[in-house]
């Protein structure tokens, strides 16, 4: 096959959208207050039969996590780089079972592991990209079920706000005025085949045009 025939079809967009069948709510939050807040979501959703993913950025945050629920007198388990690979086997296990139905994970439980009937996912720390965000709540409303995705966002997760906002507009969310007040500028990402220098919007998959002189021409 020559080269210059390859062809790149993209079906649908390049980005990342929410499904439509996750009601999904943000807070705008002191961090220092989350701990607070999280325990009034447990008591608000989470039910004995019904599972909850709660979402930390780092090993050491979901470690803490789960000793702080335990002492609160919650059954739960956690995966994350610290535990061992049969530890978190366990883990997904007795979470994916029922055995336990409150599970603390790092963005390694976002992608590539099949989680059913997941009812809440709980962001406790927004993760490092939008593209997490997405896959981190779409772990719950999956295979045709209604699923809720409830997050913190502090003023330290700020340079994610415009892009949080146009992922909640796009599913027809609500968007808190505490978060418009962070603006809603997004960064122009660099396409994945043009990179940072184009195409420009509208012109993608055009083909330049070789033009050649005569030696005799002007």
């Known amino acids: 096959m020559r080269m210059d025939s390859l062809v790149k079809v993209t079906i649908g967009s390049d980005d990342?959208?929410?499904?439509?069948?996750?009601?999904?709510?943000?807070?705008?939050?002191?961090?220092?207050?989350?701990?607070?807040?999280?325990?009034?979501?447990?008591?608000?959703y989470h039910a004995k039969d019904e599972k909850m993913l709660v979402f930390g950025l780092y090993k050491k945050e979901c470690a803490r996590l789960e000793k702080f629920l335990q002492q609160k007198g919650y059954s739960c388990c956690s995966i994350h780089g610290d535990k061992t690979q049969d530890a978190r086997q366990d883990a997904l296990a007795a979470f994916?079972?029922?055995?336990?139905?409150?599970?603390?994970?790092?963005?390694?439980?976002?992608?590539?592991?099949?989680?059913?009937?997941v009812e809440y996912v709980l962001n406790y720390s927004f993760p490092l990209t939008i593209e997490d965000y997405v896959h981190r709540i779409g772990r719950t409303g999956r295979a045709g079920r209604k699923g809720i995705s409830h997050t913190f966002f502090s003023v330290g997760d700020k340079a994610h706000a415009g892009e949080l906002v146009v992922v909640?507009?796009?599913?027809?969310?609500?968007?808190p005025e505490e978060l418009l007040k962070f603006g809603t500028h997004v960064k122009v990402k660099e396409h994945k085949l043009y990179g940072a220098f184009g195409p420009k919007k509208?012109?993608?998959?055009?083909?330049?045009t070789k033009i050649t002189f005569d030696n005799d021409s002007d």
């Not at 990342?16 to 701990?35: C, F, G, H, P, W």
């Not at 976002?110 to 989680?115: F, Q, S």
């Open 202 to 208: 509208g012109m993608e998959g055009m083909k330049a």
């Open 96 to 117: 994916k079972t029922g055995k336990v139905n409150l599970m603390i994970a790092t963005d390694v439980a976002a992608r590539g592991l099949d989680i059913p009937k």
């Open 168 to 175: 909640l507009r796009d599913a027809n969310m609500p968007v």
């Open 16 to 44: 990342l959208a929410a499904s439509k069948s996750i009601t999904q709510y943000v807070d705008v939050v002191d961090e220092n207050n989350r701990d607070q807040l999280l325990l009034g979501l447990l008591k608000k």
